[in-house]
């Protein structure tokens, strides 16, 4: 059983700087590529950033210059950074990562995390 377990959401004022944190745990051997997604009512999910395990990362191009993605392979974490917040970056944002187990490799999501911003 592998998890995805986010944290870091939360209510911040336009402008504001938030961090989230995504831990892997459970039966794997190898973490590949990490991601933040985000989603909005109606809409279709939508990548943020991605890295991968080497470190190169890729950004959605409203996204650049604001976030700041990052892994921690030791911890089996993966970090948005997230500044210069503005309204329309509310949104749930998930986690997503490609695993290694036994059985094979396969894409896992997290439960979500809700991020606002508003004054």
């Known amino acids: 059983q592998v998890q995805l377990v986010e944290s870091g959401g939360g209510l911040v004022q336009p402008g504001g700087s938030l961090r989230l944190s995504c831990a892997a745990s459970?039966?794997?051997?190898?973490?590949?590529?990490m991601g933040w997604y985000r989603q909005t009512p109606g809409k279709q999910r939508e990548l943020a950033a991605s890295i991968t395990k080497g470190g190169s990362t890729n950004y959605a191009d409203s996204m650049k210059g604001r976030f700041t993605i990052s892994r921690d392979n030791d911890k089996n974490t993966v970090y948005l950074q997230m500044n210069s917040l503005k309204p329309e970056d509310t949104a749930v944002y998930y986690c997503?990562?490609?695993?290694?187990?036994?059985?094979?490799?396969?894409?896992?999501w997290g439960q979500g995390t809700q991020v606002t911003v508003s004054s």
């Open positions: 997503n990562a490609r695993i290694g187990r036994l059985d094979g490799t396969s894409g896992y």
């Open positions: 459970g039966s794997f051997f190898r973490l590949y590529d």
